[in-house]
């Protein structure tokens, strides 16, 4: 099915509704985490603890800041319902991804596999904020930003800061900060299952650079501008 230019003009939510909204999935996320992390290690480790502050703490704050300043780009983020076919499938990879490389890190952890240092773990998590603040400024750059493939009416071409870089950083943030994830709970044993994601995020760009240069004015020139996609001279 082809995709179509979205006027996404939904009925706002109040502050009350959204900030309840965003409460409920930053908890449901923090359970969902909570189980993958620790039920499969059998123990509440300090791997495990850490990257549970570095991905909630940030995220509280993050959401507080844009309920202020930005509620109709926090509504927009809360909205992670694809439409278009291939994209649900890329994003059902990622949850099976996500799924078995938590589950191996568990395992890691409670068998002693390969269990790395602690001070490897606190080396990724400094990483792991690193790409939560380049994610953080393209929120800040790009207010269309949407956790789905599509685009809205009288949605411009962002092609300064990160954008006059590359073509989608927040791609690129995710894949620093996701990559980091089993270094941070202290298992290379994992690492191997989340390398996997930059392959599911490239397929995904196909797909999404073809609906960009069909949907959105402006795009077709600003690949010929900015010429990579994820890694500055090199994709």
């Not at 990160?162 to 044993?189: D, E, W």
């Not at 392959?199 to 999404?208: A, D, Q, S, T, Y």
């Amino acid at each position: 099915m082809e995709n179509k230019v979205q006027n996404i003009e939904k009925t706002p939510f109040s502050a009350t509704e959204l900030a309840f909204a965003a409460e409920m999935k930053v908890l449901l996320g923090f359970a969902a985490m909570s189980l993958l992390i620790f039920i499969p290690a059998g123990d509440v480790y300090f791997g495990g603890v850490l990257l549970m502050c570095v991905l909630f703490i940030p995220m509280l704050i993050a959401g507080i800041i844009l309920l202020f300043k930005n509620p109709s780009l926090l509504q927009k983020r809360l909205d992670a319902k694809e439409k278009d076919i291939s994209q649900q499938r890329v994003v059902a990879m990622s949850g099976m991804m996500f799924f078995a490389g938590f589950i191996l890190c568990g395992l890691d952890h409670r068998f002693s596999w390969l269990v790395l240092p602690e001070w490897v773990s606190v080396i990724f998590a400094v990483v792991f904020l690193a790409g939560y603040l380049m994610y953080a400024e393209v929120l800040r750059e790009n207010t269309y930003l949407s956790r789905t493939v599509r685009v809205e009416k009288g949605q411009k071409v962002i092609d300064k800061g990160l954008y006059g870089i590359i073509r989608h950083p927040m791609y690129t943030a995710t894949i620093i900060m996701f990559v980091s994830i089993p270094l941070v709970l202290g298992s290379v044993i994992a690492l191997p299952v989340f390398l996997i994601y930059p392959v599911i995020i490239i397929m995904r760009l196909g797909n999404e650079e073809k609906l960009l240069c069909r949907e959105l004015d402006g795009y077709r020139a600003y690949k010929k501008k900015v010429r990579y996609r994820l890694i500055p001279y090199i994709f």
